[in-house]
């Protein structure tokens, strides 16, 4: 069964490639029919669809006649392009109850939303997130263009940042074109992005890729989730549902390279690893360090976490406005440092291992400084929407801090090299200007502070001479830093560096963090 239905999965998608009309409804039903039923909690339920064809036929004929309702409604009205999605997203979100979701699992595909066409009220969480709602209003808006003459509506296209995505339906893919459809109320549905939104970092500085209808395919490939339970360090996958994303991705990267966004070869890279860890491991339980070494040096992951970041370089999205690449490409570096210290340490010995170790914390730590993710941080001013981007670099720091905590432990005396203290410090100057204006979280300059305590005196003064650093407070800070004096540093971090109309700076309210450093 599972072999006949990747067949024919596999068959749908290089077809819709070759398409000049992609059928985005019939791709993200095909994947979806897959997904579901393979990520269900109950082991018992999991299954490849019985019917797969068959299914997706059925998906897409209920879809179709939803699409001709909406077609009919159309008829009554004379509207422009934004009243015409706007339509259709009503339509759309009147199949729904309350708001999107961001929070449930496998709600992403226009094959979710034909199931809520088919059960009705029977279903008491009609639910879609983001990217559920935003493929669904795509998918009508093309069958629309294509098959009922609204012919303005073929120029909507999906454009996605780094953690939300809306419709841009100018021809020459503008702001003004922007049309968001996720809101859940009805006055503000298909409005531009407002204006000031593009300074933060949800829209990417209005940088975010516009994908074409092949690159929405890519999109939709990448919106797959293998989670069968999402908590963290103990949640469960589909391996099926890996492997079809992986080599669906892979056959896209070798067939179609120009259909790769960033998001895309990072997610791709992440499912390289995963398959990549899985044999590093089997090597140093059977014990073959010939086989292990080989591992190590196919390193394929690293590999498209940098075409990732190249990519982002590219003149249409802005340079150095995707942040994931480089914390995806930290966060890989060191989770391969730690299996060379904590695993594969016996096999390729004490020595040797430490190396390799110390070899990718020290990539790692480049990759946030300031040739990497301090940049991009440069590019943004932190808004209430950024909530992912807060979570992703209190991640980063936290790991920091925890990995030269481990290096002080291991060396039982303060750290003197002074790189990858550099390369914090560029890395807290991009927060500095994320947060320009306002205080910086006071847990984080804690962190901080900590951590820049392990290293001696002489690392520090080198690493702040050496750091590449833009921001007013930390050129303020930077003769602190010898003899670390932690209130003044801790002042200057923690009150707004901008002057109230008394001429007095302002603090923020402390953020309540469930995160403590102990030391």
């Not at 596999?10 to 409804?25: G, T």
């Not at 979710?112 to 059960?119: A, P, R, W």
């Not at 550099?422 to 320009?436: A, N, P, Q, R, V």
Request: hydrophobic content about 40%.
């Amino acid at each position: 069964m599972d072999h006949e239905c990747l067949v024919g999965l596999y068959a749908v998608i290089q077809q819709e490639l070759q398409s000049p009309d992609v059928n985005i409804a019939k791709v993200s039903i095909a994947l979806g029919s897959v997904e579901s039923p393979l990520t269900r909690k109950d082991p018992t339920k999991r299954c490849w669809p019985l019917d797969f064809l068959g299914e997706v036929r059925e998906c897409l004929d209920l879809f179709r006649l939803f699409v001709a309702e909406v077609n009919r409604q159309l008829a009554t009205n004379k509207l422009d392009t934004r009243g015409k999605v706007k339509l259709v997203a009503d339509a759309v979100w009147s199949k729904l109850t309350g708001v999107f979701v961001n929070d449930v699992l496998h709600v992403q595909h226009v094959y979710v939303f034909t199931q809520h066409l088919k059960y009705g009220t029977k279903s008491s969480k009609r639910q879609l997130d983001c990217g559920g709602v935003v493929t669904t209003v795509l998918a009508a808006c093309q069958m629309l263009a294509l098959q009922h003459g609204h012919t303005d509506l073929a120029a909507c296209r999906f454009q996605v940042s780094e953690d939300h995505c809306w419709l841009n339906c100018d021809p020459e893919a503008g702001r003004e074109g922007t049309t968001e459809v996720t809101t859940d109320s009805g006055a503000k549905r298909a409005l531009p992005v407002d204006a000031a939104a593009w300074q933060g970092w949800l829209y990417s500085g209005g940088h975010a890729p516009v994908c074409s209808n092949q690159m929405t395919i890519t999109a939709m490939i990448t919106s797959m989730n293998p989670s069968i339970t999402a908590r963290q360090n103990t949640g469960e996958d589909s391996e099926q549902v890996q492997r079809v994303q992986r080599n669906l991705l892979r056959m896209i990267h070798s067939d179609h390279p120009d259909l790769m966004y960033p998001a895309a070869l990072g997610c791709l890279a992440d499912l390289e690893e995963i398959q990549m860890q899985d044999a590093m491991e089997a090597a140093v339980e059977g014990g073959d360090k010939g086989k292990l070494e080989q591992h190590l040096q196919a390193n394929e992951a690293q590999s498209l976490f940098k075409r990732a970041i190249q990519t982002s370089m590219q003149p249409g999205l802005g340079g150095h406005h995707q942040w994931y690449p480089y914390s995806y490409l930290f966060g890989h570096l060191l989770r391969r440092a730690e299996f060379l210290v904590k695993e594969a340490a016996q096999l390729l010995g004490q020595d040797v291992a430490l190396q390799h170790a110390d070899t990718a914390i020290q990539s790692a730590m480049l990759s946030i400084g300031s040739s990497g993710g301090a940049v991009v941080l440069q590019q943004y001013r932190f808004m209430s929407t950024d909530e992912q981007l807060y979570k992703d670099i209190e991640g980063v720091l936290e790991q920091s801090c925890d990995m030269f905590r481990w290096r002080h432990q291991q060396a039982k005396q303060p750290i003197t090299q002074t790189d990858q203290l550099t390369s914090l410090l560029e890395f807290w100057d991009g927060i500095c200007h994320l947060y320009t204006g306002k205080a910086k979280p006071s847990h984080w300059v804690g962190h901080l502070l900590k951590t820049v305590k392990l290293f001696t005196a002489e690392a520090r003064i080198d690493a702040a001479s050496a750091a590449q650093i833009r921001s007013a407070v930390m050129t303020k800070a930077n003769p602190l830093w010898a003899e670390l004096k932690a209130p003044m540093i801790k002042a200057l971090f923690e009150t707004a560096d901008i002057a109230d109309a008394n001429g007095k700076s302002s603090k923020r309210q402390k953020r309540s963090s469930t995160y403590r450093l102990d030391g």
